[in-house]
């Protein structure tokens, strides 16, 4: 059998500068070939090539380029268009933004048809319709009559999946087809991706995502720096990878990694300082008077401040009622409030950051939650959600969009107030103190945002950024403690003179993270800071905020859609949905025994990298 | 960065300007107002070089005096219309939700009129004058910055890294002085060198209709109208006041304009 799509020697060149070197791959009719990389190793314009929509001040060469029976580089651009059209369909990148926000959806299905169906009006509306039922679209008659924001995101990629496979290509190419939806609308468009394939349908399935690659591909070409550093089936690549960089992508995906492992190998963190290996009980500097006994639970959490913590109650995590006495417990000890004999109280110079802790017995307990109810309109965005976070721990909140998670953080930052509940820091009201008393006392909490640069005031260099957050406010030139505030974060000091806008997403991230810390939170709210990084940059991201909680002694209430990061990050969890708790308790519990539904099917349609080779 | 040809030009005739504003009598060392009757209406040569009007004044010195006059009608005009933008668009961009309303609401009215209608209108009740000529142009160019100023405002003030202000803990005077004022200032720059160009047009305009500046102060607008009794015979003593207009209109609007790109690029 001949291959369907056969490329040889590819490049791709901008200007001077070569983005694409050397590719050569085939994809046989019926098959599923996944290219991985990283943004920026060249994945998405060899796509682009393929369809001739490399760009004008692009020049592509290639030995052979060819689809079918037509060479791609020689056609004309009135064949590539037909190709494009019938031949070879073509879902970009951000398709949440492809489709025309003036046009109906049965409009921009029904265009293609039109320009190269040849088929009648009313032939057209009935292979609309057909099309979007195809594509799993609820109530196809009512959706193509709407408009694209009136579409969520997954019902938009579906639609734009419709249209490009209205004229049935041999050929789709899918690039980051499910990047930034939900994992259960991820898991339904994987699916229907796959159903496609299985019905003929050739498929090239570009995403930096592995392990959403390895749930369809039955071949993966790993791409880096515009070459392919290794290509196989997806079974090989996967369980015996010859490349030290696919090892390394491997080794960053999150899912089914226990709590307190390393993502990133050293290799894949050349910009993290050579950090001690910390023990896995962190040295808490100068508070001597904790109590050494496990403060795991807190069942009983409106208790008075410092009383001692009651008992374990190891069952107490899976309830999910309202109301306090709901609040997260594990059986597990805490990883924090353990003093190794003889080194408690011994001050750690090196870190600018360490937490001055008061002399007063500490709270356990840094942010407690109780009946949070937030309305929007006739909606309840949040609606009775209670926990309690203590020192040293990680309490992750996952739900979809919509679930209210990023309500509740607003909750806690206190930039939103509850309609009902209260949320308290460190035993003090905090949601219920007016603002002018929160103030002195925001500097013990902490954010960090998905859009890391957007939160940074455009004006200023990362140094003044820094010294603005150290000196509360007082200073904008940066001194040596901004220096070493860099160096914490894994950041050259030489990166204080620069733009934000300048840095790559992943140091942008690493200087949020470093304003975070700067004014010594006790609790820092993480609302998506991974989502929008590759997973090898996500993983040095997750490392170096495990580093800062065990060296300073942080809280992480971290929102994240991603199951993986999820579990990989927290000691408890929350699953929200709608507004509500669904299921709560420690991380391992819930992921190993989910007792809702909705947990179930949560965590049944996150992606994990196959150990099997798809079926063919 | 590389300057391009028209930024250039623009820069040298501001810089042309600048001296002639401040410094007359290095470029032209006459005095505007001498007459020579004998001398009047004389066409451009070396020894008039703008050529001379009807009282025997040469054109050139006064262009040149007048350069002040304008300058200062056309920027205190601009500095007006932006200072009561930028009260405006604080006003409506951080006010309370009725403040906002009713600012938006005003501002909509005002726009229905034509700015220089406007402008006529105060000088009607105010009386002519080169001060009331300024603050009109001042009040009818205020509507459409304050606009500009609220949205760019709003923009600030929603935007994420003020909430990361909050967050740290900073007080809402720290965040309107250190976040929201330097980031519209910058914009507000961009507005302003658009706008002397208009201001000076404007002005000129007021008193080419014998609103402004009086004949026989040197004032381009005004030597304008002086000319245009002459207009078919004597063309130099329309041509150059108008010149000057149009040159320092087009060399600070082209200014302003790549200011502003070079703002969107870096």
Redesign the interface.
């Known amino acids: 059998m001949t291959a369907l799509l056969s490329v040889q020697n590819l490049s791709v060149a901008f200007g001077g500068s070569t983005v694409v070197s050397g590719v050569s791959f085939e994809v046989q009719p019926g098959e599923c070939v996944g290219i991985v990389g990283e943004s920026g190793s060249g994945k998405s314009v060899t796509a682009r090539a393929l369809l001739g929509l490399a760009g004008p001040r692009s020049t592509v060469t290639a030995d052979e380029l060819r689809f079918d029976d037509t060479s791609i580089a020689d056609a004309t651009p009135r064949r590539l268009r037909t190709l494009r059209g019938r031949d070879i369909g073509y879902v970009s990148q951000g398709a949440l933004v492809a489709l025309d926000p003036l046009r109906t959806v049965g409009r921009e299905i029904g265009d293609s048809l039109r320009l190269h169906g040849g088929l009648s009006a009313r032939q057209r509306q009935e292979r609309v319709l057909s099309l979007l039922a195809d594509v799993g679209m609820p109530e196809p008659s009512l959706r193509a009559g709407q408009r694209a924001d009136q579409l969520s995101g997954g019902l938009r990629q579906r639609a734009v999946i419709a249209s490009a496979i209205a004229l049935g290509p041999r050929l789709l190419i899918a690039d980051e087809p499910t990047t930034a939806l939900d994992s259960t609308v991820q898991a339904g468009i994987l699916d229907l991706l796959e159903r496609l394939r299985s019905e003929g349908t050739a498929l090239i399935l570009i995403s930096h995502d592995l392990a959403v690659v390895s749930r369809l591909a039955s071949r993966v070409l790993v791409m880096r720096g515009g070459r392919i550093v290794e290509t196989g089936s997806t079974a090989e690549v996967l369980t015996a990878p010859q490349h030290p960089y696919t090892r390394q992508l491997i080794a960053a995906v999150p899912t089914d990694r226990p709590r307190g492992t390393r993502l990133g190998a050293p290799l894949a963190a050349p910009v993290l300082r050579a950090a001690p290996v910390l023990p896995a009980t962190p040295v808490l500097p100068t508070a001597p008077d904790l109590p050494a006994t496990p403060v795991g639970n807190s069942g009983l959490a409106p208790q008075p401040a410092a009383a001692p913590p009651a008992t374990p109650l190891g069952n107490s995590g899976l309830r999910s009622g309202k109301g306090p006495d709901s609040a997260v417990s594990t059986g597990r000890p805490p990883r924090t409030p353990e003093f190794p004999k003889g080194t408690a109280g011994t001050p750690d110079e090196g870190l600018p950051g360490s937490p001055e802790f008061p002399t007063k017995e500490e709270e356990a307990v840094v942010v407690e939650a109780t009946g949070l109810v937030r309305r929007f309109g006739d909606r309840l965005a949040v609606d009775g959600v209670s926990f309690v976070l203590e020192r040293g721990r990680t309490l992750g909140v996952v739900g979809e969009s919509g679930s209210g998670k990023t309500t509740v953080a607003r909750l806690v930052l206190a930039l939103d107030r509850p309609d009902a509940g209260e949320v308290r820091i460190l035993g003090e009201p905090w949601s219920a103190a007016p603002e002018r008393d929160r103030r002195d006392r925001r500097p013990l909490v902490g954010a960090i945002y998905q859009d890391a640069l957007s939160s940074f005031d455009p004006r200023l260099t990362v140094g003044a950024i820094l010294a603005d957050a150290l000196s509360g406010g007082r200073s904008r030139r940066p001194d040596a403690a901004v220096a070493r505030l860099l160096g914490q974060v894994g950041l050259d000091p030489s990166v204080a003179g620069r733009r934000p806008r300048l840095l790559s997403g992943g140091q942008q991230q690493r200087v949020a993270i470093a304003r975070a810390i700067a004014p010594r939170p006790r609790v820092i709210v993480c609302d998506e800071p991974v989502s929008s990084l590759d997973v090898s940059v996500q993983a040095q991201v997750l490392d170096l905020l495990d580093e800062l909680q065990r060296e300073l002694g942080l809280s992480y209430l971290f929102i994240t859609h991603d199951l993986g990061v999820v579990r990989h990050v927290s000691d408890e969890v929350l699953v929200m949905r709608e507004g509500r708790v669904v299921e709560r308790g420690a991380t391992e519990a819930v992921f190993t025994a989910p007792q809702h539904d909705y947990t179930r099917r949560l965590l049944a349609s996150a992606p994990r990298i196959a150990a099997a080779p798809p079926r063919a | 960065m590389r300057l391009r040809a028209a930024e250039v030009v623009s820069l040298a005739v501001i810089a042309f300007l600048a001296v002639a504003a401040l410094a007359p009598f290095l470029l032209a060392p006459g005095d505007p107002l001498a007459i020579d009757p004998l001398d009047s209406f004389q066409s451009p040569s070396t020894a008039h070089v703008f050529g001379t009007d009807e009282s025997g004044r040469d054109i050139f010195t006064r262009v040149v005096h007048g350069t002040g006059a304008s300058l200062t009608i056309g920027l205190a005009a601009t500095a007006i219309g932006l200072g009561l933008a930028l009260v405006f668009g604080l006003l409506a961009g951080f006010g309370p939700r009725w403040l906002d309303f009713g600012t938006t609401r005003l501002l909509e009215v005002l726009f229905a009129f034509p700015g220089l209608l406007f402008a006529l209108l105060f000088i009607v009740v105010y009386g002519p004058g080169v001060v009331t000529s300024t603050i009109a142009v001042g009040l009818s160019t205020a509507p459409g910055y304050a606009r500009i100023i609220r949205s760019r405002v709003i923009q600030v003030r929603t935007?994420?890294?003020l909430?990361?202000?909050?967050?740290?803990?900073?007080?809402a005077r720290?965040r309107i002085a250190?976040?929201v004022l330097?980031?519209v200032a910058?914009s507000l720059f961009v507005l302003a060198t658009l706008g002397v160009g208009q201001s000076i047009v404007w002005a000129s305009s007021l008193s080419y209709l014998g609103l402004g500046a009086v004949p026989p102060a040197a004032e381009w607008g005004a030597m304008l109208s002086a000319g245009r009794t002459y207009i078919s015979s004597f063309w130099w003593m329309t041509f150059f006041p108008g010149l000057f207009i149009v040159l320092s209109a087009a060399a600070t609007t082209v200014l302003g304009r790549s200011i502003q790109q070079r703002g969107r690029e870096s």
């Open positions: 935007s994420p890294y909430e990361a202000s909050v967050v740290l803990g900073r007080s720290f250190r976040h330097p980031n910058g």
